[in-house]
């Protein structure tokens, strides 16, 4: 009974999106596998895979398709790779924000692909290549999105590979994308150009598009991560960015103008801000500064209640007014034991009578 629970708390243990994402990923691909097993010749099946002559038809494929790897090799690669770094993922952003950056992801990537395609087709007439000769599928765009996710979130990590080769998280991305560019230039555009694709897609997804629920000052909301270190010139080498640098500014400045990118919300008082999580950073400061004005508040009463304290219990009291005077008598001796005790229950009760 044991040994039957384990993989059962395994599985309720991963996140719903993680969970359902990779069942259905298996499921799909073995059903392809199958359909491949009992079919006579190699077919593409368009009502599972996207290709760019059929999609039209099977307008689900935009979607689906990337639940469906093609070969074992494929598929083993994916459940490595996906579900490890789609929990982390969900664990940290919640499952309706990881849900929204795969469909994003997937969805348009496959878009451009087909509109990619069907550009191809239209400058060289070839239908039997660029239309039917090619489908996209599997989760090459996906994989390079959670790259460009854990470059945002964790970039200086370093990962290591065969036991000797260690790279940084934001390397990664990059070196996927140039496996991708020769790939393509070889010859082999589908299915590697949709990591280009997805690259992209991505990265304008977080950068613009991802609401930060846990980063409100006020109950603004913010959206996408605006900093220097993820912007797009900082994907390239320094000597592009003169290039890159004005021609991003001026697309941005027009998306902005046409309100197709949100607004990245910030600081009530202070208008936008361009700094991620500064409205994170905001409330920080605000609260420290509350607990910085308690804590002088506090230290002024103590201090005001300690400087009162002994001058009540070691300054005499006046003496009651009186209405006419007493003889005075003449007190016993005390001996000097004696004396020593009165003074000091004396000075006892009016140490507690002034804290009192």
């Not at 496959?110 to 191809?120: D, R, S, V």
Request: glycine letters at 6%; proline letters at 7%; charged letters at 15%.
């Amino acid at each position: 009974m044991a040994i039957l629970q384990s993989p059962i708390t395994f599985i309720a243990s991963i996140p719903t999106v993680t969970r359902y994402f990779t069942l259905a990923t298996v499921t799909l691909s073995l059903v392809y596998a199958w359909l491949q097993w009992n079919s006579e010749g190699a077919k593409l099946f368009p009502y599972l895979v996207l290709v760019p002559g059929s999609s039209l038809f099977y307008p689900w494929t935009f979607i689906t398709s990337a639940l469906v790897e093609t070969t074992l090799w494929e598929l083993a690669i994916t459940v490595i790779t996906i579900p490890p770094t789609l929990k982390y993922l969900e664990r940290l952003w919640g499952s309706i924000e990881t849900l929204k950056f795969i469909i994003a992801t997937v969805c348009v990537s496959n878009i451009i692909a087909f509109g990619f395609n069907w550009i191809e087709f239209i400058g060289t007439s070839n239908a039997d290549l660029f239309l039917y000769g090619m489908n996209y599928h599997g989760q090459m765009s996906l994989q390079i999105g959670v790259l460009v996710a854990f470059t945002q979130l964790i970039p200086e990590h370093q990962v290591q590979f065969l036991g000797f080769l260690k790279m940084r998280v934001k390397s990664l991305p990059m070196t996927y994308l140039t496996l991708s560019t020769v790939m393509t230039i070889l010859g082999f555009q589908s299915p590697w150009i949709i990591i280009q694709f997805g690259w992209f897609v991505s990265w304008i997804y977080l950068r613009f598009y991802k609401k930060n629920s846990n980063d409100t000052v006020g109950g603004v909301e913010s959206y996408g991560d605006r900093s220097e270190t993820f912007s797009l010139v900082s994907w390239f080498p320094p000597f592009t960015h003169i290039v890159l640098g004005p021609g991003g500014n001026f697309v941005y400045k027009w998306a902005n103008t046409l309100h197709l990118i949100p607004s990245h919300g910030g600081d009530i008082e202070s208008g936008f801000s361009t700094i991620p999580g500064s409205a994170r950073a905001e409330a920080e400061r605000r609260r420290a500064m509350a607990l910085q004005a308690l804590d002088q508040r506090l230290a002024n009463t103590s201090s005001s209640t300690q400087s009162t304290a002994p001058v009540s219990a070691h300054t005499p009291r006046p003496p009651p007014a009186v209405a006419s005077p007493r003889p005075e008598k003449v007190a016993p001796p005390i001996d000097h034991v004696a004396r020593t005790s009165s003074d000091s229950e004396s000075g006892d009760l009016g140490t507690t009578e002034a804290s009192k």
